[in-house]
């Protein structure tokens, strides 16, 4: 006997409208509550890209220091607009240029793609000059917390510098090695954009302006061992002649820093004579004897002196600090004297939206100049010249020096007058 | 966030395209050759340099030489994007003319370089050629004429920067991957043709195909000698996307990321140097912040998001060696008349005569 298959329910069209019907009516009530908890104003979130090189042999260590400092102006400028009520946020986006020409450019593109108008970075000369063509050309604002080299000072363009060129500082310092007394001088410097341009710019300045003579060696920055480049400073030192007119001039980061410390720390004829050092040489690292109680005695054997913009030290500095200690407590912003820039660099890019009204390259690039005229951050004034690169300050004048408590620190004792070239001696 | 394809589109195809070029390159040296060239960026940044050096110097020229402006300076850069602007037929056939002389000059002193290859073998040769990377690098860094030292060269314009903004690096990426594409044929002809068997039989039993009378070599200075102009052309085409020679760009990644798309993609291949550069160029772009705020999340992981690229690079070569050990494709035979014939089962009459194998 064939037994018949059983009958498949279809489903009745009135049930199949029903079920529609109720469909549309919970998910139109469901957005009428959505639209009724869902706060007045829309809120609208601005993308600010953070193309800094957090990999690379130049900046694996200093990129995120300087990165995270971005970060954190972002999310306390965030927390002051949700605090006002305001309906503008800020995103960050961090997107790594591993410090290469190439990998700038492709980051750039990487953030245009994402509609990014306004970027803090590059971070080096060679990157911004390989993104300024295509930065102009699309109307990006960038905003550079370390480029200062002078081959990218260009009037009119959309790349801005937080820190002023390195013109000052080398003509702060030749002025105040020559007025020490000293006439001969040995450099040694990191052979980057940064090391050279400053040993090119001092060099020029000491021999003619002021009749000196010098000799150079430069290291690769990605060498760990600087013990052949330390000699033939050593070498360089004596045949300039080693004696109270010759000195040393060091143009280095933390880690080539202490390496070349240790080195010459060894060398009879670089432990007699006085040392100098570029603004990135006033590292707490140096003075920590806990950690490297050799390289504090040598540098305070050679009087390591050198020049810092001013003012180095403010309240929104130590504010920086302590804020950026509570966040990232597994960082030290002290290690890398350009997250004050990064730091200045998100808060100028923000302020210049805000200031602009709209998220637009064009008139974020016409009011940045304008805002930073007013702006005293971390890093000190921002106040820009023609190019968008910060005019320099004054500049204060250090020197490693013991304190009534036998600590080490670095004592203030001049003052270089940017408006004047003049340099003031404290009494 | 909405993603501005305008952007990305060129950036990708761009990547894709030199990429797809420098695998091709090593692996016709260390796919079919066996000769493990690592100081692949070295040649790649000759083409570099002679495309740059070339262009700045005979743009500067033709704008006049302005004395009050630094050559090598953001300025002077400037002076020579303009007039790129202005004269596109000056700024094509300047990139014609580089393209050809970084070919010749990559191809010249990658013959020069075969010279420890006739010596050398394996791991001696991988590791003076990674040396002679790293010295090219240091050279360029140190001597400022050149291309400006650690200050770089800026102002190579774009071939197409007469175009309007965005066009030009959309106009650039199709060239880029038209010429890719070319190299790729003329790959996969060569290392088909009986001086690609050659190249096999050597990479296989150098000693063996000594015995039969062929000229090893000769044909490991002819393979580097190519391989080294393709990178050379790769360098070139790199130079004329970023605008400008920077020494420091040049490093021994470089080579590392040739090897990593050859060992992924399949060793002796060619489709699998397309696998493998389509992979490093979306990897590259997938383990980005950037790419996570283009999908419209707003995360910040409590780990450095950038590095990750690197751990999954790392893991995924890892498992392909383990897995398959020969690639995501594995190396075919030939792709001769004789091996269609016997894989199809016709008779030898039914088709043309097959090349005679007379290098």
């Known amino acids: 006997m064939a037994v018949e298959a059983p009958k498949v329910k279809k489903w009745s069209v009135p049930l199949i409208i029903a079920i529609v019907v109720i469909l549309i009516l919970a ?98 000369t060679g990157e911004a000059t390989a993104v300024l063509d295509f930065i102009n050309t699309n109307h990006i604002v960038a905003i550079s917390p370390s480029s200062t080299g002078v081959t990218a000072a260009v009037p009119n363009d959309f790349l801005f510098r937080a820190p002023p060129t390195d013109i000052p500082q080398a003509k702060a310092l030749s002025q105040l090695v020559s007025s020490l007394g000293y006439t001969k001088v040995g450099i040694i410097y990191r052979l980057d954009d940064y090391g050279r341009g400053f040993e090119q710019l001092f060099e020029q300045r000491f021999e003619t302006v002021y009749g000196g003579q010098t000799l150079n060696v430069s290291y690769d920055i990605s060498a760990q061992d600087l013990a052949t480049e330390v000699g033939q400073l050593s070498t360089n030192v004596q045949t300039l002649g080693a004696g109270p007119q010759t000195a040393v001039l060091v143009v280095a980061f933390e880690g080539d820093g202490i390496e070349i410390f240790n080195e010459a720390r060894l060398d009879t004829t670089l432990s007699s004579v006085r040392w100098f050092g570029s603004e990135s040489m006033r590292r707490s690292a140096f003075l920590n004897r806990t950690a490297r109680p050799n390289v504090v005695d040598f540098v305070l054997n050679a009087n390591l002196t050198g020049f810092f913009a001013s003012p180095s030290l403010n309240p929104i500095s130590t504010a920086f600090e302590q804020a950026y200690a509570a966040k990232y407590p597994s960082r030290d912003p002290k290690k890398s004297p350009y997250s004050y820039y990064s730091y200045d660099s998100a808060m100028l890019a923000m302020m210049g939206v805000l200031a602009a009204g709209k998220y637009d390259g064009d008139a974020v690039k016409a009011m940045i100049p304008f805002v930073a005229q007013s702006y005293l951050g971390a890093s000190g004034s921002k106040a820009m010249d023609a190019n968008g690169d910060a005019i320099a300050a004054d500049y204060v004048a250090w020197h490693t020096a013991l304190d009534a408590m036998s600590k080490e620190y670095f004592a203030e004792f001049a003052r270089w007058r940017f408006a004047t070239e003049t340099l003031e001696f404290y009494p | 966030m909405a993603v501005d394809f305008s952007f990305l589109l060129p950036l990708l195809a761009t990547s894709f395209g030199i990429y797809l070029i420098l695998a091709l390159s090593f692996n016709l040296e260390y796919g079919y050759a066996g000769q493990p060239n690592l100081g692949k960026v070295f040649f790649y940044s000759v083409g570099a340099y002679a495309a740059g050096a070339i262009t700045t110097r005979v743009l500067w020229a033709l704008a006049g030489a302005p004395a009050n402006v630094a050559f090598m300076q953001a300025p002077g850069a400037a002076i020579r994007q303009a007039f790129a602007r202005s004269n596109p037929g000056a700024i094509l056939g300047l990139f014609v003319v ?206 450095d998001l950038n590095y990750v690229r690197y751990l999954v690079t790392g893991l995924i070569i890892v498992l392909v060696l383990l897995f398959r050990p020969k690639g995501l494709l594995a190396e075919r035979p030939v792709d001769t008349v004789a091996m269609r014939v016997a894989q199809s089962w016709k008779t030898p009459a039914t088709v043309d005569e097959p090349a005679r194998d007379d290098s």
Request: hydrophobic share 50%; aromatic share 10%.
């Open chain 1, 27 to 124: 998910g139109s009530l469901g957005w009428a509550l959505l639209q009724l908890g869902a706060p007045a104003p829309q809120q609208v979130t601005y993308p600010i890209g953070l193309a800094i090189a957090t990999s690379g042999a130049t900046y694996q260590s200093d990129g995120p220091i300087r990165r995270d400092a971005a970060q954190l102006a972002i999310d306390q400028m965030n927390a002051q607009l949700a605090a006002a009520g305001s309906p503008i946020r800020f995103q960050g986006i961090p997107d790594d240029t591993q410090g290469t020409a190439d990998g700038a450019k492709a980051s750039f593109q990487r953030l245009a793609a994402a509609g990014v108008k306004v970027v803090v970075g590059p971070l080096s």
């Open chain 2, 98 to 303: 580089s393209l050809l002389a970084a070919a010749v000059i990559g191809a010249a002193v990658g013959y020069l370089a075969a010279y420890p290859a006739l010596r050398l073998r394996g791991d001696f040769l991988a590791i003076v050629l990674i040396a002679v990377g790293e010295a090219g690098r240091v050279f360029g860094r140190n001597y400022e004429p050149l291309a400006g030292g650690v200050f770089g060269l800026p102002g190579v314009p774009n071939p197409f920067a007469w175009l309007p903004a965005r066009a030009d690096y959309a106009a650039y990426a199709i060239l880029v991957l038209a010429i890719a594409a070319g190299m790729y044929l003329f790959a996969v002809r060569l290392s088909n043709s009986p001086f690609g068997r050659l190249l096999k039989s050597i990479r296989d039993d150098e000693l063996a195909a000594s015995v039969y009378g062929k000229d090893a070599p000769r044909a490991k200075g002819h393979i580097l000698a190519i391989g080294s102009g393709l990178a050379a052309v790769a360098g070139a085409l790199y130079v004329f996307y970023v605008q400008q020679v920077y020494a420091d760009d040049f490093i021994p990644l470089i080579s590392f990321a040739a090897v990593t798309m050859v060992i992924l993609g399949g060793v002796a291949n060619h489709k699998g140097t397309l696998v493998g550069a389509a992979f490093m160029t979306l990897v590259d772009f997938v383990t980005r912040p950037v790419f996570l705020a283009i999908l419209g999340i707003n995360w910040q992981p409590p780990f």
